[in-house]
T-cell receptor, first 115, second 114 residues
């Protein structure tokens, strides 16, 4: 059962354009939604995260939009640069049964920014 | 560099064998998480330890086990290995015991089962 669905699988954007990656979740217990960035040969690194009490969070060129009723959230990368070329993972977690849960990841989006 | 170290970087072994992967968390971090990354399953959470105790369990097979030692380093033991266990295994650490805390990932151990 895939609890976090991510799309698209791959994305090519021109330099300076907007990259948009979408995720949808099923588990209503999820209440923390981080995005991770992974470069080849490296481990994932936290990019930006959001809680469901806000609909948008912006950090520099990166913005998360969150729609609680639709159970969807998305990452927008403004003014995309070749250095943004990487694999992006959305994730979700929440406390169920009183304990902490690990992160549930989407399958990832391979982003290529063309110069 | 995240400050999380994993050894070995690469491991090649045969089906039926047993291997041990090692992780040293960032200085001061008490939690260690283990994840498996494969092409078909993506990144999957296996297990979390916090200050030596098991805190959360994910999709970890019974053939796999982990522990966290008093010096906070952790080991993931994989036994009766199958071809499908070939994957990248990541360790992550965080300061607190909750998955709301930022997790810092190591560079991973690539396991190949032949």
């Amino acid at each position: 059962q895939q609890q976090v669905k991510q799309s698209p699988q791959s994305l090519i954007v021109q330099k300076g354009g907007i990259s948009i990656i979408n995720c949808a979740y099923e588990n209503t217990a999820f209440d923390y939604f981080p995005w991770y960035q992974q470069f080849p040969g490296k481990g994932p690194a936290l990019l930006i995260a959001i809680r469901p009490d806000v609909s948008e969070k912006k950090e520099g060129r990166f913005t998360i939009s969150f729609n609680k009723s639709a159970k969807q959230f998305s990452l927008h990368i403004m003014d995309s640069q070749p250095g943004d070329s990487a694999t992006y993972f959305c994730a979700a977690t929440g406390n169920s049964g009183g304990g902490a849960d690990g992160l549930t990841f989407g399958k990832g989006t391979h982003l290529i920014i063309q110069p | 560099d995240s400050g999380v170290t994993q050894t070995p970087k690469h491991l090649i072994t045969a089906t039926g064998q047993r291997v041990t992967l090692r992780c040293s968390p960032r200085s001061g971090d008490l939690s260690v998480y283990w994840y498996q990354q494969s092409l078909d399953q993506g990144l999957q959470f296996l297990i979390q330890y916090y200050n030596g105790e098991e805190r959360a369990k994910g999709n970890i097979l019974e053939r796999f086990s982990a522990q966290q030692f008093p010096d906070l380093h952790s080991e993931l033991n994989l036994s009766s290995l199958e071809l499908g266990d070939s994957a990248l295994y990541f360790c992550a650490s965080s300061s607190g015991g909750s998955s709301y805390n930022e997790q810092f990932f190591g560079p991973g151990t690539r396991l190949t089962v032949l």
